[in-house]
């Protein structure tokens, strides 16, 4: 086994990044598979969420 080079706080936290990037993969993977149009759902939600933000903008005045 390789030994830690760094306090002993800091060595157990060493592989915790890879862990929890795993287990996102793996979370988004799962959801990809399950149902892939999801996707085209988020997307749809994110341009009705903008289209709201940019007619909110709009219907706002200037201070002068």
């Not at 929890?20 to 988004?28: A, C, K, R």
Request: aromatic fraction near 6%; glycine fraction near 2%.
């Amino acid at each position: 086994m390789k030994s830690c080079n760094v306090p002993p706080p800091r060595c157990a936290e060493q592989g915790q990044a890879t862990v929890e990037y795993t287990i996102v993969v793996l979370l988004s993977v799962t959801v990809l598979v399950a149902r892939p149009d999801v996707i085209v759902e988020l997307v749809r939600v994110l341009r009705d969420i903008y289209l709201a933000f940019v007619y909110a903008i709009s219907l706002s005045s200037l201070p002068i």
